[in-house]
């Protein structure tokens, strides 16, 4: 996906089947910066710096890039708004980190699954936008699937990684709403804000030195996955609704643990398999049920036949 192809024209404004998918393959790449992180066995402030300066440095690659294509400069961080997006993204970096350290990635994803229904009630006081009902049924289904994943077995984790993880998920969803209010394009947000723990990250890793035994994925994932996934779902708030965004970061919620399965052996119970297929098969439906929704509120009333009284 290029820089071009993410590009948000006014005059030929994205569908909503495109935002939908734009923010849906976000989710989708997203759902592997855990296992990554994990591949890399690395230290924390070693996560810290290599993760988030890796993918602020390719963010403003591809908005540079994107400026010489589109002939279009937009700006990195668009006013106020942008800056308090930003540092809510930079907070939210730092939190992620820390309860992937303190907390097992299972509890991380899965308490990041909250995040919908952050952003609905944040959407609704911030922005003003009264969830759809699909949306209304969407996000207690998925809650469900995620209490049956956390139910087949989810070992608990330290008390103050898990404060970690919903912190991170009410950040992104403050941040995603405040994006979807300004209707400003804030597509390099998320990575930008990446580069914040970073810088205070470097007087640790240059005391103790990197510490990792396979910086290869750790590289990566903070130079492709990440920006590529924050890049698309920081773009989303301009096409679909908050909470939608938000709905997409629970792919990470059902994948992430299947490719810890894949990768380390570490296989879900059945009852988790079964929470996932709650969730991913409510998902589509919530997609399907928003894009019919808006078609519908967006096509031309039907003329009724002139009569004669």
Known sequence: MTASSLNVDAATPPTSAQGLSIVGFGG?????????????????WTVLLI???????????????????TQRRRKLIAGRSGLVVTALYALAATTFIVA?????????????AFNPMFAAILSWLIAGEKPSTATLLAIPATLAG????????????????????LATAFLIALAITIARRSRTDMRYASA?????????????????????????????????????ATICLALGPMLVPAPAVSMA??????????WIWLIFGERPLDLALAGGAIVVVTLLAHSAAELTRIRRS????????????
């Open 51 to 69: 993760r988030g300066l890796l993918t602020f440095l390719v963010a403003v690659a591809v908005w540079w890039v994107d400026g010489k294509v």
């Open 146 to 165: 995620v209490f049956l994943i956390i139910g087949a077995g989810l070992t608990t984790g330290h008390w103050y990684g898990d404060i970690a993880a």
């Open 28 to 44: 989708l790449v997203l759902s592997v910066d855990v296992p990554l992180i994990r591949l890399s066995e690395s230290g924390f």
């Open 249 to 258: 970061y629970l792919l990470e919620t059902v994948l992430a643990p299947l």
């Open 192 to 228: 930008l804000g990446a580069v914040v723990p970073a810088v205070f990250a470097i007087p640790f890793v240059a005391g103790e030195g990197l510490q990792s035994d396979a910086i290869v994925w750790l590289v990566l994932d903070g130079g492709l996955v990440l920006p590529l």
């Open 100 to 112: 992937v350290f303190h907390t097992s990635a299972a509890n991380v994803v899965f308490i990041l």
């Open 298 to 309: 967006a096509a031309p009333p039907l003329r009724r036949p002139f009569t004669h009284g």
